[in-house]
Each structure stands twice: as structure tokens, then as C-alpha cells.
């Protein structure tokens, strides 16, 4: 699976737009963008995932470059529960091991 | 809406005792996973088990491991003699299907803390 590389911290002001980077330089043509985000040390929580077209649900959307080669998570509203780690993975279709990085620890100030 | 359950929240255990972690997956799933997290350290992959066989491990999960669906809605993960090192979050997590050409989501429980002590 390709290797995704996220910034290690990155603050956002409640009310405003968090914006994610994920970089996958490496990406392959079968391979999804998933996102996953952890508070304190709860289960890892499904947020969106795209193939190739940007997607947006309940919770955030995903904007994928047309090279594939990064992706943006955009939390338009931004409150304090979604103070977590986000994560950003790469997973070839067929796979059944999702393979975790450090993520980005997103810190939503009041 | 559906989500995966797991069973206790916190074991606390001597070394070298046999401990059980349950898991319920969501009822329609048919692919199971175990993942570990050690304090302060990324989420593991351990197992994924699919039609009553492990389908994929990681070098982790060794001879003191093993799964096992022991009824239709149960998925457990035993580890038969603690270490220390075995201390860690457990999550237990379950995906619809995984077929050639496309994958599933998977979906996470709260997790199960092991302290061995």
C-alpha cells in the first residue's frame, strides 16, 4: 500500500473550516483514500473515503487531486469534539489490513 | 445504526494467564479484524478472519494468539499466555465484504484495555 505522509499537529478556531493535507505521491490506481479519526484512545471512527472523485457525506468532505497524488479532509464547521488524530491511508481494493500512520492531530480551539 | 460492540472494557491480568476479548461484529458483516494499540504508539493490524479462517496476520499475532467466531454473532480473541508487552488497547473491527477490485469499510469497536501486570 502507498505511504501517506499527514503534518503532525495543525489548530483550527471553532465555527471554521478544518482543512487536512494528506500526501500519497506513490498512489496506484486501484488503491482508495480512506480517513479515520481517533479521540483520545477510542476506536478508530470511519469518516469518508474517495477512489478518484471527490466525495462528501454527513461529516466531511474529501477532496482528491486530479493526479491523485494528495488529498484534502475538510471539516467545514469545526467544534470542539473534533479535537482528534486524523489519519489518512491508503488501502489497495481487495486488501484487508488498513496500515495506520501517526496522523495529524487536529487541536479545535474555542 | 449499527456498530460493533466489545466486551469488558478493561481486563486486568496476571502475566502469564489466558485471557479472552469478545467482540460482536455488525450482524450483515462477514470480514472480521483485530487491531492492538500500545500506549502512545499507531494502531496494528493483528488478524482479519473471513468464512471460519484466519485470512491474513501480521508477524504480531503468533502462537500465543488465535480467533475464533464460537457462534454466529460472537468474534474472540485469545491470548493464552500474557506478557507484559501484551498491554495495549485491543479494537476489534468488522467490514461488509472484500472482493477482487474493490473494499469495504471497516468498522471499529471502542476497544477492550488490557493491563498485564
Known amino acids: 500500500d502507498a505511504k501517506t505522509t499527514q503534518p503532525p499537529s495543525m489548530d483550527c478556531a471553532e465555527g471554521r473550516a478544518a482543512n487536512l493535507p494528506c500526501n500519497h505521491s506513490?498512489?496506484?490506481?486501484?488503491?482508495?483514500v480512506y480517513w479515520y479519526r481517533q479521540i483520545h484512545s477510542q476506536g478508530p471512527q470511519y469518516i469518508i473515503h474517495g477512489l478518484k472523485n471527490n466525495e462528501t457525506n454527513e461529516m466531511a468532505s474529501l477532496i482528491i487531486t486530479e493526479d491523485r497524488k494528495s488529498s484534502t479532509l475538510i471539516l467545514p464547521h469545526a467544534t470542539l469534539r473534533d479535537t482528534a488524530v486524523y489519519y489518512c491511508?491508503?488501502?489497495?481494493?481487495?486488501?484487508?489490513?488498513?496500515?495506520f500512520g501517526k496522523g495529524t492531530k487536529l487541536t479545535v480551539n474555542p | 445504526e449499527p456498530e460493533v460492540t466489545q466486551t469488558p472494557s478493561h481486563q486486568v491480568t496476571q502475566m502469564g494467564q489466558e485471557v479472552i476479548l469478545r467482540c460482536v461484529p455488525i450482524s450483515n458483516h462477514l470480514y472480521f479484524y483485530w487491531y492492538r494499540q500500545i500506549l502512545g504508539q499507531k494502531v496494528e493490524f493483528l488478524v482479519s478472519f473471513y468464512n471460519n479462517e484466519i485470512s491474513e496476520k501480521s508477524e504480531i499475532f503468533d502462537d500465543q494468539f488465535s480467533v475464533e467466531r464460537p457462534d454466529g454473532s460472537n468474534f474472540t480473541l485469545k491470548i493464552r499466555s500474557t506478557k507484559l508487552e501484551d498491554s495495549a488497547m485491543y479494537f476489534c473491527?468488522?467490514?461488509?465484504?472484500?472482493?477482487?477490485?474493490?473494499?469495504?469499510?471497516?468498522?471499529f469497536g471502542p476497544g477492550t484495555r488490557l493491563t498485564v501486570l
Open positions: 491511508i491508503v488501502i489497495k481494493s481487495g486488501s484487508e489490513k488498513l496500515v
Open positions: 506513490t498512489i496506484s490506481g486501484n488503491e482508495y
Open positions: 473491527a468488522s467490514s461488509e465484504f472484500v472482493g477482487r477490485g474493490w473494499t469495504d469499510t471497516q468498522y
